[in-house]
């Protein structure tokens, strides 16, 4: 599984981006699409997250202000991020993980930067 990730950039406190990430490659038909980030000095954290039959996931810390969404026919998810605070500037990485004989298996793809400054 190939992932890629579009979107990011720098953004004004207040303001909204959206940033995209499509699979390609042997995408196992149940799975779960999301978004991590990991700010400087910081561990990764998972943002956001759905799985292909619509549950959804938020950090506590984007609830209200980020929504997922995605597209099977596509197998894209997307993350339209609104209000943005500066403490949401960090990396941010698009994630698919799967089960399969009880064993998870994560796919990454690569990270886009989002910055909120003024």
């Known amino acids: 599984v190939q992932l890629q990730a579009s979107g990011g950039g720098l953004v004004q406190p207040g303001g909204s981006l959206r940033v995209s990430c499509a699979a390609s490659g042997s995408i196992p038909p149940i799975n779960v699409m999301g978004w991590y980030r990991q700010a400087p000095g910081e561990e990764r954290e998972l943002v956001a997250s759905?799985?292909?039959?619509?549950?959804?996931y938020y950090a506590d810390s984007v609830k209200g202000r980020f929504a997922i969404s995605r597209d099977n026919a596509k197998n894209t998810v997307y993350l339209q991020m609104n209000s943005l605070k500066p403490e949401d500037t960090a990396v941010y990485y698009c994630n698919m993980n799967s089960r399969r004989l009880f064993k998870r298996y994560d796919y990454w793809g690569q990270g886009t930067q989002v910055t909120v400054s003024s």
């Open positions: 759905m799985h292909t039959d619509g549950n959804m």
